[in-house]
Antibody, heavy 122, light 106 residues
Framework: QVQLQESGPGLVKPSETLSLTCTVS????????WTWIRQPPGKGLEWIGY???????NYNPSLKSRVTISVDTSKNHFSLKLTSVTAADTAVYYC????????????????WGQGTLVTVSS | DIQMTQSPSSLSASVGDRVSITCRAS??????LNWFRQKAGKAPKLLIY???SLQSGVPSRFSGSGSGTDFTLTISSLQPEDFATYYC?????????FGQGTKVEI
């Protein structure tokens, strides 16, 4: 059974960098797109971006200038960095798996981490 | 960006009721539409993908329909665990976007 687990600081100061890691267990990180999604308290879901296991990335333009997603296949994990954070970045951050193939078949966000709350505050 | 609009934003229902939630995209997304259920304090769970394909392990009381810009999620007989918030999401083009959510309450 595939499991995803987010880890990282739960409190980040304004203007600093938010860093989270998602560790994948029970399955290989290969052949999938690995995504970050966030949800401010009491609000809806926002897609942050994804990384393919080979390293190619795609980011939400609304966050693109501040986001970096990286992958370490040897450790079966991928990471999120969000720079220059403000209170508006306070949210539960989820990692999730996405599958898409060249034939057009896709399976979106079939596995999720449990989410980690990151609060931006001094 | 493709905007996804759900209606209603909330609804009241009872166990055993048939419930439908609609989702409208701001442009055609073919059948690249997915539905998720999110219980309080939990991660979303995939119910339906590609507009009408039932995710493995999801009960058959859930069904999806539609294409182009208009989509519907139907729960044929509401169960206690279905009182939650439901989100639609488009996979047609990035940035992938979600609807604002529909809260199903007792």
């Amino acid at each position: 059974q595939v499991q995803l687990q987010e880890s990282g600081p739960g409190l980040v100061k304004p203007s600093e960098t938010l860093s989270l890691t998602c560790t994948v267990s029970g399955g290989s990180i290969s052949s999938y797109y690995w995504t970050w999604i966030r949800q401010p308290p009491g609000k809806g879901l926002e897609w942050i971006g994804y990384i393919y296991y080979s390293g190619s990335t795609n980011y939400n333009p609304s966050l693109k200038s501040r986001v970096t997603i990286s992958v370490d296949t040897s450790k079966n994990h991928f990471s999120l960095k969000l720079t220059s954070v403000t209170a508006a970045d306070t949210a539960v951050y989820y990692c999730a798996r996405y599958y898409y193939d060249s034939g057009g078949y896709y399976l979106p966000f079939d596995y999720w981490g449990q989410g980690t709350l990151v609060t931006v505050s001094s | 960006d493709i905007q996804m609009t759900q209606s209603p934003s909330s609804l009241s229902a009872s166990v055993g009721d048939r419930v439908s939630i609609t989702c409208r995209a701001s442009q055609s997304i073919s059948s690249y539409l997915n539905w998720f259920r999110q219980k309080a304090g939990k991660a979303p769970k995939l119910l339906i993908y590609a507009a009408s394909s039932l995710q493995s392990g999801v009960p058959s009381r859930f069904s999806g329909s539609g294409s182009g810009t208009d989509f519907t999620l139907t729960i044929s007989s509401l169960q206690p665990e279905d009182f939650a918030t439901y989100y639609c999401q488009q996979s047609y083009s990035t940035p992938w976007t979600f609807g604002q959510g529909t809260k199903v309450e007792i």
